[in-house]
């Protein structure tokens, strides 16, 4: 029975062939819409961070109570003074570190310029992903810590 319905659309799209080019044409359409959409939700909601323990990471800032807004979703940044503080002072977590994003740098090749967007972070951070460990090497000094390609 089933083999005959087949046999019968199949004549049907072919004696329509701008019909079946529609058809093939919005099931392509639809698929690859459908592929899109789910690879930007891929890597943006459902897979977990690059981190170690990404369920573990919090993130850190400023709220004032006499502001009417939710505290879950608007936190305000610190300066730098304020990251220190709470570095030196933190009794709670196992590590603290600050970032901010950058407008690094424009790159040319001598034809077309290319704007960089970067992020200026703490040497704390880098012991956090897996990733860091390929491309960085920390060194401590008694000057400090060196970081280096």
């Given at each position: 029975m089933?083999?005959?319905?087949?046999?019968?659309?199949?004549?049907?799209?072919?004696?329509?062939?701008?019909?079946?080019?529609?058809?093939?044409?919005?099931?392509?359409?639809?698929?690859?819409?459908?592929?899109?959409?789910?690879?930007?939700?891929?890597?943006?909601?459902?897979?977990?961070?690059?981190?170690?323990?990404?369920?573990?990471?919090?993130?850190?800032?400023?709220?004032?109570?006499?502001?009417?807004?939710?505290?879950?979703?608007?936190?305000?940044?610190?300066?730098?003074?304020d990251?220190?503080?709470?570095?030196?002072?933190?009794?709670?977590?196992e590590?603290?570190?600050?970032?901010?994003?950058?407008?690094?740098?424009?790159?040319?090749?001598?034809?077309?310029?290319?704007?960089?967007?970067?992020?200026?972070?703490?040497?704390?951070?880098?012991?956090?992903?897996?990733?860091?460990?390929?491309?960085?090497?920390?060194?401590?000094?008694?000057?400090?810590?060196?970081?280096?390609?």
């Open positions: 089933l083999r005959q319905e087949l046999r019968y659309a199949l004549r049907v799209l072919a004696k329509q062939p701008a019909f079946t080019v529609i058809v093939i044409l919005t099931f392509a359409l639809g698929i690859g819409a459908n592929t899109a959409v789910f690879s930007v939700l891929n890597a943006v909601l459902l897979r977990p961070l690059p981190f170690h323990e990404p369920q573990n990471l919090v993130a850190l800032g400023e709220y004032d109570v006499r502001e009417k807004t939710d505290p879950g979703t608007d936190i305000n940044s610190i300066s730098y003074l990251y220190v503080d709470w570095r030196d002072q933190n009794k709670v977590f590590r603290v570190a600050v970032y901010t994003n950058q407008s690094v740098s424009t790159l040319t090749d001598g034809n077309e310029a290319t704007h960089v967007q970067g992020e200026a972070v703490s040497v704390e951070l880098f012991p956090l992903s897996p990733s860091s460990a390929a491309f960085f090497c920390l060194t401590r000094t008694n000057r400090g810590i060196t970081l280096s390609f």
